[in-house]
């Protein structure tokens, strides 16, 4: 279903105006992209067009298979999918499971959800036969932001591109003020 999603707002969103005037400008240059790491292979294409690096922030922890695109290694045999009720201490059988499950994510994004995405982009990006597909794409990530924070997960190898930022919206709180006179009626 999130494939589908994916697919559908990419078309919705390659076919504005303004953004097709972006698509076919050649006098813009951009310094940098943040791509959203969730479904948006389509919008990769912006930054080889551009010839500009780009960054993808990752609103939830992570899937395993973001960690490919910056040469994290995937482990599957002792680290639980962020989406699977296991816990630090797997047996087996939950590892074999966990693996199978990061295998077929991989293989049905690579067989599915990316070849869709391409078609799309091969749609609104019409101007050149110049384009590169996600699947090479999405391996030129210059770093992978991810909403979670060490201390909620397990000990993880991370490439130092690969950078765990959960947290890093949160302020110190504020003393509530004191409030006076206040009579409470039961």
């Known amino acids: 279903m999130m494939w ?33 790491a969730f479904i948006n292979e389509c919008f990769l294409e912006f930054a080889h ?14 899937s395993n298979y973001m960690a490919d695109w910056v040469g994290s290694p995937n482990t ?12 630090d201490k797997i047996n ?11 295998t077929l994510k991989r293989v ?23 384009l590169s597909p996600e699947w090479e794409l999405e391996y030129k990530a210059t770093l992978v932001l991810l909403n979670t924070h060490h201390s909620f997960s397990y000990p993880n190898p ?6 765990q930022v959960g947290g890093m919206n949160v302020k110190t709180p504020k003393k509530f003020p004191q409030v006076r006179n206040v009579k409470l009626m039961f």
């Open 49 to 62: 067009k551009f010839q500009a690096p780009f960054i993808q922030p990752c609103t939830y922890g992570g």
């Open 92 to 102: 087996l059988w939950q590892r074999m499971y966990n693996t199978v499950l990061g």
């Open 158 to 163: 991370l490439m130092p591109n690969y950078v």
């Open 76 to 87: 599957y045999s002792y680290i639980p999918d962020k989406f699977i009720e296991y816990r």
């Open 4 to 36: 589908g999603v994916a697919v559908t707002a990419c078309h919705h969103v390659l076919q504005g105006e303004n953004l097709q005037k972006i698509i076919h400008s050649t006098d813009l240059h951009f310094e940098n992209f943040v791509i959203e």
């Open 108 to 130: 049905g994004r690579q067989l599915i959800q990316l070849p869709r995405q391409n078609a799309a982009l091969h749609k609104y990006f019409n101007y050149t036969d110049n």
